[in-house]
């Protein structure tokens, strides 16, 4: 004890600049993105079935948002805002005509936008991008060209590249069914990529990438290729679960996430490192309704699915881990994958960029003090049109419209407005009775449109 004391004492005699060292000051960041993962799809969501023993004990550990949003309804532009921390609508990465990036779009993120990657980057941090891109193939928007050192993944979604017969969301899909080419920091290494095992090998590279990069602060985005369709899981996981292929995808995912986050302890790294797990959008529902097979996912009991702004499309798990920093608990404070993007930076010590409308906010205060955030108003896009705004419980929407299979929007005026505590299921409009909340919302969405400057649209 004695000898504790001392050492305490000698410590506080030190300047503090040398006591905050680097790279403590510096955090690792791990961003876990699923791809079309719902809300309901976990056991700590309330799946009822599914089994994620290790996400579920990441939420046990960390904390567990259940008002965390994707800041888009599809892949494309989710991806774009989550990076830069804007809108996508501003780098022109959520347009009018096309929702996402095909192999033969001329578009891709613009090089001018900042990325997470480029600012941490700048800060010393290595970068890497593992998995699923999606943000443009072409000069200038490719990931070694928007901040990361290394990269390794599909330059988009495993649906892309089609030579099947098989539609995507079958219970058996062909290996070969799919020509999406596995890449590695520009050349193709594998076509078509087995996809069985992806999830497995990103998961190798992310902690490979972690474990070379422990004495430096490290930034992995691991951009899961799963559980969007067509589903693979490799022989370990195939036919395991209770709930069909969608569960042993799931299900392997979560085992995979177990293992980076054993490796990170065992490495003595968790304690330097913010790890965050979230969805890019909701469940591509393909339920019967939409005469699908059962093989996507579920949004529990929050309405619609991918595509749509109602919340099932676009209100995600969200899954912050830092074991010694974070207090476990679950919070329904309002959060969006924008706000990863200044939180990140902060932590770093990062530069926020100052020519241009930021979306995000810092979070830390949520993260480390328990502190509420302020309220502010999150808007939902579905290409270039404003559908919905959510400002503290109440949510309205102008415009509505099924993420598939409804051919036109339908609009509201005056708009639809629901209280999403007491009704996530947005089967009630209370718009009538509550004239002061739609006010609100309404002065915040005129705010936000005058002074929106779409960018030159990238989705052609
Ligand atoms: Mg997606």
Redesign the pocket.
């Known amino acids: 004890m004695k000898i504790i004391v001392s050492l305490l004492l000698a410590l506080s005699s030190i300047p503090f600049a040398l006591v905050a060292a680097e790279p403590a000051a510096k955090p690792n960041i791990i961003i876990v993105l699923a ?2 993962l719902g809300y309901g799809d976990l056991g700590c969501y309330g799946h009822p079935s599914i089994r994620t023993p290790h996400l579920d004990r990441m939420a046990a550990e960390g904390l567990r948002f259940t008002d965390f949003y994707s800041p888009a309804e ?2 494309t532009p ?1 991806r774009a805002a989550m990076l830069t921390g804007r809108y996508a609508i501003r780098s022109g990465m959520s347009t009018g005509g096309g929702r996402v990036l095909f192999p033969n779009s001329k578009g891709g993120l613009p090089a001018g936008e900042v990325t997470m990657a480029e600012a941490l980057k700048r800060r010393g941090y290595a970068t890497a991008h593992i998995g699923k891109w999606h943000l443009g193939i072409h000069e200038g928007s490719r990931p070694n060209e928007q901040g990361f050192d290394e990269t390794f993944g599909l330059p988009y979604s495993n649906d892309m590249d089609g030579r099947s017969k098989v539609p995507a969301g079958s219970p058996n899909p062909p290996q070969d069914g799919w020509n999406v080419p596995l890449m590695r920091n520009g050349k193709i290494i594998e076509r078509p990529a087995v996809q069985s095992t992806l999830t497995q090998r990103y998961t190798d590279e992310a902690i490979a990438f972690a474990r070379a990069h422990k004495s430096e602060p490290f930034f992995i985005y691991l951009a899961h290729t799963m559980p ?1 369709v067509p589903l693979f899981a490799s022989a370990e996981f195939r036919g395991k679960s209770t709930r069909g292929l969608y569960g042993d995808v799931v299900e392997e995912l979560d085992a995979n996430v177990g293992r980076l986050l054993a490796a990170l302890r065992e490495e003595r790294l968790a304690e330097k490192t913010l790890v965050i797990f979230t969805s ?2 909701g469940p591509w529902l393909l339920n019967k309704a939409m005469g699908g097979n059962g093989q996507g996912g579920s949004a529990g009991l929050l309405r619609e699915g ?1 595509g749509s702004t109602w919340e099932g499309g676009m209100r995600v798990p969200g899954i912050v881990w830092w074991p010694g920093r974070i207090k476990p608990g679950v919070t329904s404070e309002m959060a969006n994958a924008m706000d990863l993007f200044t939180t990140s930076l902060a932590l770093a010590g990062a530069e926020m960029p100052k020519d241009r409308p930021m979306d995000g906010v810092d979070i830390s205060p949520l993260l480390f003090e328990g502190k509420a955030l302020p309220e502010r108003p999150f808007f939902y896009y579905r290409g270039d049109m404003l559908m919905a705004c959510r400002l503290g419980p109440w949510k309205a929407h102008f415009w509505t419209q099924t993420g598939y299979g409804q051919p036109k929007p339908d609009s509201h005026n005056p708009p639809l407005l629901f209280h999403l505590p007491s009704d996530p299921s947005e089967q009630f409009d209370v718009a009538a009775s509550h004239p002061d909340a739609l006010e609100k919302i309404q002065s915040a969405l005129a705010a936000h449109t005058a002074a929106m400057e779409p960018g030159t649209p990238q989705l052609k």
Do not use: A, G, L, T
Request: negative net charge; charged residues 45%.
């Open positions: 791809d079309d599809v892949c989710s969007h890019d959008n991918k």
